[in-house]
């Protein structure tokens, strides 16, 4: 279908890939859909718009449920997806899928330990780090998980870590070169580089109001990103 013509339900985390297709995932639509660059066409990759049934290990990924689809990244030939509750990734060669992290329920539990035992909540960001093959995630805090308020969280090979950064309630990650790039929901994004991690303030000062056009990102209020 042309991707003009569709209808997108509460459309969410977008990725770009280096040919100029885009992923979107509809978090009430159970989908994560495709644009694709060249003929403006728009196709599902994964999901059946449903929560159910439960998906199985290397099935298709549009034969199953991909529950409240959220954040999206692109790495090593696979599309990573945040679910409400799990990390799925798919190939995209093939359309299969399998689990990465979460064990079926939902929470912000298991760090430093085997990724499938774990508890992963609304997976809101995602970020692929190309050099390292680790997947970087932030959860969203404001569906009352308490235990995801102040961190970010990484897939390391099967485990599930927590990135060196000192956040409080973050809302996106972003990975740079060998920095990530954070935003908080107090209004504050930062850089931290490696080693140390030393903090950079790169926009806002805390501020819950929105002001500053034109001025010095640092000295911005953004009210919340």
């Excluded at 912000?108 to 970020?127: C, E, I, K, R, Y």
């Excluded at 995801?148 to 000192?166: E, F, H, I, M, Q």
């Excluded at 809302?171 to 954070?182: A, E, H, K, R």
Aim: overall charge negative; proline content about 4%; some cysteine.
């Amino acid at each position: 279908w042309p991707a003009t013509s569709v209808s997108l339900s509460t459309p969410d985390g977008i990725v770009v890939s280096t040919s100029g297709d885009f992923y979107v995932s509809e978090r009430d639509g159970a989908r994560v859909r495709k644009v694709e660059a060249a003929t403006g066409t728009i196709v599902t990759v994964a999901g059946n718009g449903a929560n159910y049934p439960a998906l199985s290990e290397g099935g298709q990924a549009t034969s199953g449920a991909f529950v409240y689809p959220r954040g999206l990244a692109l790495g090593d030939g696979y599309l990573f997806v945040g679910l409400h509750g799990a990390l799925r990734r798919v190939s995209l060669s093939d359309g299969t899928q399998n689990l990465l992290a979460g064990n079926g329920s939902a929470g912000s539990s298991g760090d430093f330990g085997p990724a499938l035992s774990a508890t992963v909540d609304w997976l809101a960001s995602l970020s692929f780090d190309p050099a390292s093959h680790k997947v970087y995630f932030v959860e969203d805090n404001e569906s009352g998980c308490v235990a995801c308020a102040n961190k970010v969280r990484v897939l390391n090979d099967g485990y599930v870590d927590l990135a060196s950064v000192n956040v409080s309630s973050p809302t996106d990650v972003v990975v740079d070169g060998s920095d990530l790039v954070v935003s908080e929901s107090k209004g504050i994004l930062s850089r931290f580089s490696q080693p140390g991690p030393v903090q950079t303030v790169l926009a806002g000062t805390g501020g819950t109001s929105y002001c500053c056009d034109g001025q010095p990102a640092a000295t911005a209020m953004l009210g919340g990103v």
